[in-house]
């Protein structure tokens, strides 16, 4: 009988990544980016300072490892990515109100992702434009079905898009930070959620029949 190698080392080794990779996303859900140093990563993993150092040469490193595996972008999207793949550049206006209405749900109920973009909009970092690239990616497979669509139509829906995606964007992190009504709607509330979707379906049915 072949006697087992002892694995306690990698194990050690391979649990204490793990540990400091969960302590990013703890951090960001407690202290915000701003929160993001070595002696708070390494005291909510209940580790070692120099093992961050050890394992993945830099703060700024572990930081990235812990982003680039969420995949925010993909998961707030829900079943809009199925509907891109499946499409071949007709009626695309329901693919993108679908979108809109996923990512507005999921970043509402989600504290990391609201981090995430409070982030992307107070500082310029490596981390965070690769985020943005990935945001972009998705888009750029959306828009490219639009594309076919709506051709020689006098419609940017690039534009509209944006506009939409940042009103999303600003309605939840004011509600969520200040809890107040915003226009005299309250998206903490059921009935305020449900008239902002109604209003993304209505911009975009009333931009689709436009052009």
């Given at each position: 009988m072949t006697k087992k190698r002892y694995q306690g080392v990698s194990n050690d080794?391979?649990?204490s990544t793990l540990k400091l990779i969960d302590a990013v996303g703890t951090i960001i859900k407690t202290k915000g980016y701003t929160g993001l140093t070595a002696s708070n990563i390494s005291r909510a993993?209940?580790?070692s300072r120099r093992l961050i150092t050890l394992y993945f040469g830099t703060v700024d490193n572990l930081i990235e490892t812990y982003v680039?595996?969420?995949d925010y972008w993909l998961v707030a999207s829900g079943n809009a990515v199925e509907m891109i793949k499946n499409n071949k550049g007709e009626n695309t206006r329901e693919?993108?109100?679908s979108l809109l209405k996923n990512q507005l749900d999921y970043f509402f109920n989600e504290e990391e992702m609201q981090k995430i973009v409070l982030w992307q909009i107070s500082q310029s970092t490596t981390i965070m434009k690769e985020v943005c690239d990935e945001r972009?990616?998705?888009s750029k497979h959306f828009f490219a079905l639009a594309d076919i669509e709506l051709q020689?139509?006098?419609i940017d829906l690039r534009a509209v898009a944006g506009l939409l995606v940042a009103g999303i964007y600003y309605m939840?992190?004011?509600a969520k930070s200040t809890d107040t009504p915003f226009c005299e709607i309250d998206?903490?509330?059921p009935e305020g959620m449900e008239r902002i979707k109604n209003a993304i379906s209505l911009i975009l049915k009333q931009a689709y029949k436009n052009a």
């Open positions: 080794k391979e649990r993993a209940g580790l680039k595996g969420k693919i993108l109100e972009e990616l998705l020689g139509q006098s939840v992190l004011h998206i903490n509330k």
